[in-house]
């Protein structure tokens, strides 16, 4: 493209209808050393706005550069834009979204996004930003000079500023890269100490508000009780304490409203680093825990869940267990299979979201019915330790759990207790009951699509995936660690490139496109990508593959 091609087309197109702004695709201008790009031009004021590009270098200093610190420098400079670009945005032109300029505002974690990217190129850093802006035009016909002013005058100015902020003593920047290094660094030493999650002393756990992002005010810091306490010496120079949630069985019991919840949903987010002042900094899990609850009416296909269901009406295939519409319990045995086999080592459970009966075995209701249907987590979990898999499970009163568990969290006026001791009596009053447990777990083989998926026509809303080619809605509140609505935008795009390939294994595909995300690779998903796509990992891909009514898959 040569230079002034954006101005060129212009000139050309202003005053015309709305449609000639196609002409800018592929467009693209050198201004003070950025290089913007339109890459997506909206077909109407109304419409979704355009994607712009912008491509610079620039030369950080050594410290920035290092490992995947790139990651959250390109994190911090998102941040920033997506708080500059609304100020610098034309105000009270034309119709619809003229004259606006956005960008998705990022939660508090830090991931690959593709808004910014950043990559090393010798002693560069080669920047892309994308972003939206909103082509202007009145009465439909085209704004020349606004759109000049938007995408040459007020884009590269947002971009100058936020890049001015990238300089080796910018403070707010060294902190948001050393809170990386340390979660990185964590993360990685958790499986040396033969932990799933570690939880600061000091952290601010609760939210101001369910589904909220920020730290609830005046909360009760965390403090680990002393016996589990843990100190780790990071490379940043300081020493930090906290809870360590040893490998095995992690029983998280309480009376309610003590935190119990909360506990568990601090460590699910912790396979994310968390941005300086929410509060969980320090609250770092093993990146592949997965957090699995019951869901009603969900599509299942050929799940081995043998080893979690012992029978079904008849003598229905529980080895390779498929349905149009699960129940509370089937729905959770099949959500833990496929997170096994999409390589989770730890499985999340709280019991404020799990059917209740695949999480207590009840023999007054196994009197009443006669049949012992399902084996449930108070029996199984304890022998997914054979298996490498840990379980973190949120339940209060589980003796047959207790007795088991490898530590017992009493979660108590907001405080953590550690009752592991407990399990000794529990083991007792088991041995009492003269209570047989059922059968070992056993981790499910790996499944492939049978035959590709049409997806053309599948749109995300919110949470909710909907289309032709379905046979249903999905609904992908569940998939709870997703913290921004990107992320649920890409683990759709990834899992219907999965879906619409026939004969590929789910958790090795999803694997690959994880991996490709991030590094900031898209091409999987889309050739033109907007600023609204972010790292998922390969267990929320495989979890969208899982739920597409239609989508058949067989064991391998
Ligand atoms: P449980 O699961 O034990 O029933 P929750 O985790 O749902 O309890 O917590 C109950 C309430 O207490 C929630 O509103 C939560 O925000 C609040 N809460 C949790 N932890 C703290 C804390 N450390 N300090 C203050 N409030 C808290
Ligand atoms: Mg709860």
Not at 48 to 56: D, K, L, M, N, Q
Not at 121 to 150: C, H, N, Q, Y
């Amino acid at each position: 493209m040569s230079e002034g091609e954006i101005s060129k087309v212009l000139r050309r197109i202003d005053g015309r209808g709305y449609k000639a702004y196609k002409d800018l695709a592929g467009a693209s201008e050198l201004v003070n050393g950025i290089e913007v790009r339109v890459t997506r031009v909206q077909g109407d004021p109304f419409a979704p706005p355009s994607v712009v590009e912008c491509r610079f270098g620039k030369v950080l200093p050594a410290y920035f550069v290092q490992d995947d610190r790139l990651i959250a420098v390109a994190d911090f400079l998102h941040r920033r834009l997506a708080s500059l670009l609304p100020k610098l945005s034309l105000r009270g032109v034309g119709e619809g979204g003229s004259g606006k300029l956005s960008m998705p505002h990022p939660s508090p974690i830090i991931i690959p996004r593709s808004a910014v990217e950043a990559r090393r190129k010798g002693d560069v850093v080669e920047f892309t930003v994308r972003l939206w802006a909103g082509l202007p035009s009145r009465r439909r016909r085209i704004l020349g000079d606004d759109a000049l002013e938007m995408l040459l005058e007020r884009i590269p100015k947002a971009v100058s500023l936020a890049v001015e902020e990238l300089s080796g003593d910018n403070n707010r920047l060294r902190r948001h890269v050393e809170t990386w290094i340390e979660q990185q660094y964590i993360r990685r030493t958790l499986p040396k100490l033969r932990l799933v999650a570690f939880v600061g002393d000091g952290s601010i756990l609760p939210r101001k508000c369910g589904g909220c992002w920020e730290p609830l005010d005046n909360a009760v810091p965390f403090e680990s009780p002393s016996s589990l306490r843990v100190e780790i010496e990071l490379p940043t120079g300081r020493t930090i304490a906290g809870m360590g949630l040893p490998r095995g069985l992690i029983v998280i019991a309480g009376p309610a409203f003590h935190g119990k919840t909360t506990l568990a949903e601090a460590i699910a987010s912790g396979v994310w680093n968390h941005i300086p002042g929410d509060g969980r900094e320090l609250v770092v899990t093993d990146e592949s825990a997965f957090y699995v609850s019951s869901e009603n009416g969900r599509w299942v296909s050929c799940v081995d869940v043998s080893s979690l269901i012992l029978s079904l009406p008849g003598g229905r295939s529980t080895s390779c267990f498929s349905t149009v519409d699960a129940s509370g319990a089937t729905s959770l045995a099949a959500s833990i299979q496929e997170a096994v086999e999409a390589g989770a080592q730890v499985i999340i459970v709280d019991e404020d979201e799990a059917a209740s009966n695949m999480i207590h075995r009840d023999h007054w209701a196994e009197a009443v019915t006669g049949k012992r249907t399902l084996n449930p987590l108070s029996d199984v979990a304890p022998s997914m330790k054979n298996e490498g898999l840990s379980v973190v499970i949120v339940a209060s009163g589980a003796v047959p759990l207790l007795a088991e568990a490898d530590s017992i969290i009493v979660m108590d006026e907001y405080r953590a207790r550690d009752a592991t001791n407990y399990r000794f009596e529990a083991k007792k009053a088991l041995k009492a009951m003269g209570y047989e447990r059922g059968p070992p777990y056993k981790r499910p083989r790996v499944r492939r699509v049978v035959k590709p998926l049409y997806v053309e026509k599948v749109k995300v809303k919110g949470r909710m995936i909907e289309g032709k080619a379905l046979r249903d809605r999905v609904d992908l509140r569940p998939l709870k660690q997703l913290e921004e609505e990107p992320q649920v935008h890409t683990a759709v795009r990834a899992a219907l490139a999965i879906a619409s390939k026939g004969g590929v294994a789910i958790a090795g595909e999803a694997q690959r496109l994880s991996e490709m995300l991030w590094k900031w690779d898209y091409r999987a998903i889309t050739k033109t990508p907007g600023p609204d796509l972010a790292y998922v990992r390969p267990m929320d891909i495989a979890f969208v593959v899982n739920r597409l009514p239609g989508l058949e898959a067989s064991i391998i």
